[in-house]
């Protein structure tokens, strides 16, 4: 899908200001995560920009770059803990203890990465390959341990009063917090320090959990900024061009954006990036980590890349719609390939003694969209004994004729298009006479499409396989009277 489309001419017009400004050298687009644990479908969307802007500019012949920052220097709550070990409640009781501690410090609750940060990093760029978003990681861990923020760690330390007297005056609406937070040298946690002093470069800070006092030259002591001004640093550091940010950050009184570009312009080197305004995702929770796995790739682009600044209500409804415009297997929408041709292309799938790797995508997400949206059982069935038995034998005759037509009609005709089926169709119920509002509630419930798509769609989609055997049933019954 070509998704230049989703490139609306506000963005183009802040794109084409940014790149013409930037001469000698590359041009970053850049967003953020943390590997705490692997949230749900609502924070694509930020990514999904990201993305969108760098392969635009790429097409465009913009040597472009997309870093991705991962604030895993961040201490790990215990509300990130519970949603990061789905609830498990071992898993809980034996890294409780770690809530508070930088995540990159932290092992592996699985055991099978480094540390607990790798883990989720790894969980969220596998979601982000599955979108084709392949940006470039940078661990703010490494960014601090490897002294690349020592020049402002000096900024910082020598001009703390004047930051906070700066802050109050520019953003007086706005309460400045910690400007650092100290890693605690005896527990190792951040959540609970506090810096007493600074005098002669040296700091002094306590720590409630240990209750412990250190004093440290500023050079050597371990910690992080607080979020507006590590991203103020940050952005002049890596000279980021472009990044996402919601409403949220854009309050010109309170909000990140405007802070952090203040802090630049007046200690860090003026640097900020533009903002690629999104509006958010509002989800139905049951909708929650089921999307991915669900749709196409093309049908969450649309969803997520539509009305960039409108904040969209995501729910089953809205879910089915698009699905109905998005194109699978050349003619036939999403939507209608899920009701009307998975069953029988499962069916023979499972009788063909393939392996499951081998379901291709639509398959895929078909199935899990079958399941988690639609919540239908996926294997097509047949009329049933009861059912027949309670059906009138004249309905059931016609209904046969009907089937009978549809069934030498497509193989006579085995790539006829799906508007010169529907007219031949109707001509036929017209010439025919036939009772459309009493024959299609049984013709539905006979081959379990009760609210499913049109029956004219139903016909033209399912394979004539299942309509013969269908057939064959009713005829059975027919004889039976
Ligand atoms: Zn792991
Ligand atoms: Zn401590």
Redesign the pocket.
């Given at each position: 899908m070509d998704l230049d489309k989703f490139v609306d001419s506000d963005l183009e017009q802040i794109l084409e200001k940014r790149v013409g400004i930037v001469k000698a050298r590359t041009i970053v687009v850049a967003s953020g995560i943390t590997s705490s644990h692997l949230g749900d479908e609502r924070n694509l969307r930020e990514f999904l920009f990201a993305d969108l802007v760098t392969n635009h500019l790429r097409k465009k012949a913009v040597n472009v770059v997309f870093f991705l920052f991962d604030d895993n220097y961040d201490p790990l709550s215990f509300n990130q803990l519970k949603v990061a070990v789905r609830k498990d409640e071992k898993l809980i009781r034996k890294f409780e203890h770690y809530c508070g501690t930088p995540i990159k410090l932290i092992p592996d609750p699985y055991g099978c990465h480094d540390n607990y940060s790798a883990h989720y990093q790894e969980e969220i760029l596998n979601r982000f390959h599955k979108l084709n978003i392949f940006p470039n990681i940078i661990d703010s861990w490494s960014l601090y341990e490897s002294g690349v923020y020592d020049f402002a760690k000096e900024i910082v330390f020598t001009r703390m009063e004047e930051i906070r007297t700066f802050l109050k005056k520019e953003f007086p609406k706005y309460t400045v917090e910690k400007i650092f937070w100290p890693l605690?040298?005896?527990?190792?946690?951040m959540d609970?320090?506090t810096i007493d002093k600074i005098v002669n470069k040296q700091v002094a800070y306590s720590?409630?959990?240990?209750?412990?006092h250190?004093i440290v030259s500023w050079k050597k002591i371990k910690g992080k900024f607080s979020w507006k001004i590590d991203i103020a640093i940050k952005w002049n550091v890596f000279k980021s061009d472009f990044e996402p940010f919601s409403k949220a950050y854009l309050d010109p009184d309170v909000g990140s954006y405007f802070i952090a570009k203040s802090l630049s312009k007046e200690f860090f080197g003026g640097h900020f990036p533009e903002v690629i305004q999104y509006g958010q995702i509002l989800m139905d929770r049951n909708l929650s980590y089921t999307l991915l796995a669900s749709l196409p790739n093309g049908v969450l682009d649309t969803l997520f890349l539509s009305r960039r600044k409108s904040d969209i209500k995501l729910s089953g409804q809205k879910v089915i719609q698009l699905s109905k415009q998005y194109i699978v297997r050349k003619n036939i929408s999403f939507y209608d390939y899920v009701q009307t041709r998975l069953p029988y292309e499962s069916l023979e799938f499972f009788g063909s003694g393939k392996s499951l790797p081998e379901l291709d995508d639509t398959m895929k997400y078909g199935g899990e969209f079958m399941r988690h949206i639609l919540k239908k059982e996926i294997l097509p069935k047949l009329p049933t004994t009861q059912l027949l038995n309670r059906l009138n034998i004249k309905d059931l005759i016609k209904i046969g004729e009907l089937l009978d037509w549809v069934i030498s009609y497509k193989s006579t005709n085995p790539s006829v298009a799906l508007e010169t089926f529907t007219k031949d169709f109707k001509d036929l119920l017209g010439n025919e006479e036939i009772n459309i509002a009493k024959l299609f509630p049984i013709v539905r419930r006979l081959l379990s499409q009760e609210k499913g798509i049109a029956i004219n769609k139903v016909f033209y989609y399912m394979t004539n396989q299942f309509l013969n055997t269908s057939r064959y049933l009713l005829e059975k019954q027919i004889n039976k009277n």
């Open positions: 605690c040298q005896q527990c190792h946690k609970k320090t720590c409630t959990r240990c209750k412990k250190h």
